[in-house]
Structure formats: C-alpha cells, structure tokens
C-alpha cells in the first residue's frame, strides 16, 4: 500500500516530462489532469463515476488537483481510452477493460468473465485477494496502472423480439452483443452483431437484428426497447458483475506525489461503492417501470445456460494455453471464485433467496 | 453534498471550542482526533477498518490530521462509544449503532434489523435512497454525525452444542445473543444471554450455555468453538449484513472546513468498501478451517425461520406504535427493501445461484 517508494523510484527515472515535474517538487502541487471516459454524458452512472471521482479529488485537495472530466468521443474515442492512456495522451480514463481483448485476452479480467465473479467477489479479489497485483503487473507491459471504480452488479441479458424457449432458439439470431459473452453465444449459433447504443432501437424496430443486450433496468430503460422487443431474458451470465476500470499513465502515476496518489486510491474506492449503490438504488424502480411499458421477464432456459457454461470454461483452456498472462491470471481468480463461492451458498446466497422467498410468501401472514 | 454551507453555519455558531477553532481558521490546519472503538484489536476487520481510515486521512493531509485509534476499553467502554462521541469527550467512534437500541430502537438501523437488508442494499439505502439523510437526522438529536463504515455482509447464526432440528429445540436454551434478535428468539423459548467474547468458550464448554453467536467464520475461528459446539447454524437472519457506524461528535463536524469533511466522507466511503472485501477474501478460507476442525454446517429449520420472521414484523409493528422515530425510518427501509428484493430475485441472486449450482454440479463436464 505504501507508495513513497514508487515515488521515490520515479523521481530517480530519467525523462519524466516537464509538465509533470512541478509535481515533485512538492507536496500539494498544483496540477490538472484529464481523463477520458468510454461513455456519454447519457448514461449518468457510467459517466457520473467520472464527475464523483473528479469531485472528491478536488475537494480533497482544496482544488489543487483538478481532473477535468470528458465524455466518450470528446478527446477520445469511446473504444480507445487505454491507448491513449497508455501513450500519455490523456493522464487518466475510465473504461471496461475489457473492450481491449483484441490486444491481449488477459484484459477480460478488469472487467468480467463469462460466467465470472459478482459485484463483491471481484472487489474482494482485485483489493484483498491478491488480483489487483496480477492485474498491475500485466498492465505495466502497457504503460498503464488500473484501479477498480465501481460495479454494475448482474446485468440483464438482453431484450429479444421472441422469447427464448430453449438452445434451438438462438439459431442464427442476429444479437447486439460483444467480447467473449458474443464469442460464447455465437458457438449456440447466435450472430454477433456491433452496433452503437443509439442504432439499437431502428436495428431492433427493423428487424435488422433480432435481439441487443446493453447493461440493466436503469440504462436500458433509456433506449426504450420493451415494445419492439419485450422478451427481458436473464440473468446475463457474461456480466455477472461488470467492473469499471480507472486507467491512468504510469509514468504520470509514479510522479504524482504520494499524498495524491493516496488520495486518487481512496477517491476511486469510494466512487466505486458509491456507483454500485447508485446502480442498486436505480435498478429496482427502473425495472418496475419497464415491466410497466410492456417488458415480459423472462429467465433464460437452462440447457442455453448449461451449455454457455461449458462453452466458456473450454474457451478458457484454449486462451490459457494460448497465452500465460491469461492463464495465470485465470488460474488464480478461477481458484478465489470456488472457494469464495461455498461460502456465498450458505452466507448472503441463503439469505438473499430466504428473504424474497418471505416477502413473495408474505410469512409475516402465517 | 457540498458540506460548505454547514461549514458557513458552523462557523457562524457561538460557542465553538477553543481547542477546534483553529480549523476554522486556514483550510489544512494541523489537527489530532482520537477515534474510540467498541472492538478489541484481536478483531483485526472490525478494528482494522480504523486504521484503514485514519491511515487515509492522514495520508491524503500530507499527516495534518491525525486520528488516534484506541481499542475498545482503551479510554471508552465497548458499549458507550457512542454516548462518548456525542459527550464530545472523542471526536470521533466506530461501533454498531445497534448496540444503543436501549437509548432509542431507531439506533437499529444504523447496523441491521432480523430480515433486514443485505450489504448492497443497506449501502444502496444509506448513499443512494436517501437512508442515510434519515438516520443523520435523528442522530442529531443525539450529537452525533453518522456514516457508514463497512459492512460483514450476511453472518453466521452461531455455534451449538446441539443440533436445532426444529423449533421445539429452541426451547430453553441458553443462548449468547442481543439485540433485536435476542428478541425474537427470545419468543421461540430460547433464554438470552449477555456474555462477553472472551467467556464465551468456558461458558460452551461447561455448558453454562447451550449455543453463542458472534460473527462469521473469520472472526468466530478466533474463539475455537468447533470442537466444543459443532453445529455451526445458519443463516443469521438478524444480520443479513450489519453495518459498522463511524460516529463523529456532530458540534466537531461543524467546524471542520469543508476539505476535511470531504476527506473524511470519502476515506469512510473507501474504508467501508475495502472491509467488506476483507471479509469476503477471508471467509471463505476460515470457513474450510472450521469445518476441518469439526464445524458442521446446518441451515436453521424452516419453522424456525418462518416464526422469526413473523415475530420480527410483529415487533416492529410494534415498535412504530411506541416510537415516531423508529416508524419514520422503518417504513422507508421497508419499502426499498420490498422494491430491491424484486430486483435481487432476477439479477445477483439468480446469477450467483446458478454459478453455485453450476460448480457444485462440475456444468463444465457435460
């Protein structure tokens, strides 16, 4: 935890940038950041992690340390916030890691596996299990360090203009969906599709495509899919619990002195639990109103999700033997998440079904 | 949000103390706190999450504001911490609301109600549905300033010498419990008993008492029960996630400048989030440990959970007749509990079933 001696190390590195340089010669410089998100302004969770975080940096710093906040496409575009993250371009992003497989399949693991860990498992694992330390060794190879900034929770899996009876149902389904959950849907027969947010709804009244998955209730109330696709199938079992990511410059991170770089780690903490909470305070009245506007709830059937199952953990070996920062990553979530899994069955799994089972059979009657 | 017009009132106010005034005069002022809690070190999560926070805030002040940590008993009892920070006699003080319910039943739901809310959702009321703008309100009345310092997420009902098979088993024992759900066990025939942690082991093994509870398996393998009372029950449906309370003296609160209180919402924030991490990567290899040492896992009867249930709403029934307070906060934490549990069954709760389902059943074989 401790950061002086990183800092100490980068004030020893020769060619650290003029800009930054003022940062080291002292203790509350003044200084102004910028970070690129991979969202609009629209989605006010997403990017309002970006505003809440910028904000209590700020305030920490009565004002010294400003980081001004753009939305997606603003200074960079939504899908390559890393990069210029990575380059120096920006000093910060916020982005889902995994929107970066294409460069290297260990990016999944900042984000979210086919069916991978929940919203407190992947903070238990990235803080206190050791995953965040795997995850900053890869991103070191591109100039980045990660650190979480909030999570989505289980996503929805998606609006579909006919039900989803069974596996024989997603035969050539045209489906809005990415990343390796497309990749696994795509062995059931389903056609990937990528399409913006904002062409969803004309694809979807067209009959371009036949289905689009995008996040839950909250956003996805906002594309207003429940009349020209009112099946709502979950759960998603590609984003079981999505994680934001905060990348910043590594080489502006190892200038900044150590009371900022404190402050930047305590701020991106608590902005994640803030949109966590945001998205749980969100979500269930979203969902009360899209049910309103015609969604139909329906869960997905077990033979997609048993075979999406197997699908994703065959996936798994052959990325694992493909490439060792997969595989070594992967071996050691994979082993956090069996092990943390029995504990959830018999703790707050047990409890959770418990409560909802009282509050649909109202046992206070009884 | 913006705490700079509190701050403008609480400058405005006669009478402030000498002792604090000089935060009043510059905006990074050198100031020491003591923070009391109501945990021994030996709970290193508990008590941990003090150091976590004090180790922040003296971080992001480059050390001007120091917090001195002090176990419990240290200079306040265990169980007047809050009585302490709302004396002024601390600044500050971490420890469960609940255990104050003497004062005042509305200091339950600080911490957790039987049935009540789960870790998200206690967080998601208190940030995000307004929770926490409530419980400040009425702990104002009592000269403290609230939040929330993590949560341990869903506990253990406790260790028992003899199976509980079904209702009639609770009849008479003697059981190490308080609060609310002393309570409502005390109405299904079980004695409860006030023992501190330290006694709890004589008292199992002489058989003084017949059961104990206390937390999870991190914290509950300290006391090495397994051997003496190996009927490990869950789960405890009087903690489906309890909150831990950061109360500040609120008249101290007032006169920190804006910055300060910035850095103290935001640490707390961070501190919360990083202690329920704690205990998620912990549990589950302390809960192997205990069942190696003769731990056996046993989910409380139905009859038993459908009877608490009922005796916990007709209590609180109850308790809105006798007390304003408790009915104000107690109707809305009810229906944000009705309205998330909806959204709970068909997200996080099914997705986590079905990824204990699919391992424990080894879906990637089929």
């Known amino acids: 935890m401790k950061r002086r001696d990183l800092f100490k190390a980068a004030a020893a590195v020769a060619g650290t940038s003029a800009l930054a340089r003022p940062a080291l010669a002292q203790s509350t410089p003044s200084i102004t950041w910028r970070l690129a998100s991979s969202y609009p302004k629209s989605l006010d969770t997403l990017y309002g992690a970006c505003t809440v975080f910028s904000s209590a940096v700020s305030e920490a710093t009565d004002g010294k340390f400003k980081i001004q906040v753009f939305a997606a496409g603003e200074i960079v575009p939504a899908l390559q916030v890393a990069d210029a993250v990575g380059a120096g371009t920006v000093e910060m992003g916020q982005t889902a890691s995994y929107f970066y497989i294409g460069k290297d399949t260990a990016f999944a693991f900042g984000t979210a596996l086919p069916w991978g860990l929940n919203s407190r498992q992947q903070s238990a694992w990235l803080y206190r299990a050791g995953g965040l330390d795997l995850l900053n060794e890869f991103y070191a190879r591109h100039g980045l360090y990660g650190l979480p900034l909030g999570n989505t929770g289980t996503q929805m899996g998606g609006w579909f203009r006919r039900e989803i ?179 959830v069955a018999i703790s707050d799994l047990n409890y959770d079904y418990l409560v909802s089972t009282a509050i649909q059979q109202k046992w206070e009657n009884d």
């Open 165 to 343: 009876r069974n596996r024989a149902d997603l035969s050539g389904l045209k489906m809005r969906i990415g990343g390796l959950g497309g990749n696994v849907l795509q062995k059931l027969g389903v056609v990937p599709q990528q399409i913006g947010a904002g062409d969803i709804y004309p694809a979807l009244e067209k009959g371009t495509i036949d289905a689009a998955e995008f996040v839950g209730p909250y956003d996805d109330e906002k594309l207003g899919l429940a009349k020209i696709a009112p099946y709502y199938h979950y759960p998603a079992f590609w984003e079981g619990g999505a994680e934001l990511s905060l990348f910043i410059s590594l080489a502006k991170w190892n200038e900044l002195p150590s009371s900022y770089q404190s402050i930047v780690r305590t701020a991106a903490q608590a902005t994640g639990h803030d949109m966590q909470a945001r998205y749980d305070a969100l979500n269930p009245q979203a969902l009360r109103r899209v049910v309103a506007a015609g969604a139909q709830l329906k869960p997905l059937p077990l033979d997609v999700l048993k075979a999406s199952y197997k699908i994703s953990h065959d996936m798994y070996r052959e990325m694992s033997e493909k490439n060792p920062s997969f595989k070594k990553i992967y071996d050691h979530q994979r082993a956090f998440q069996k092990d943390s899994q029995t504990w």
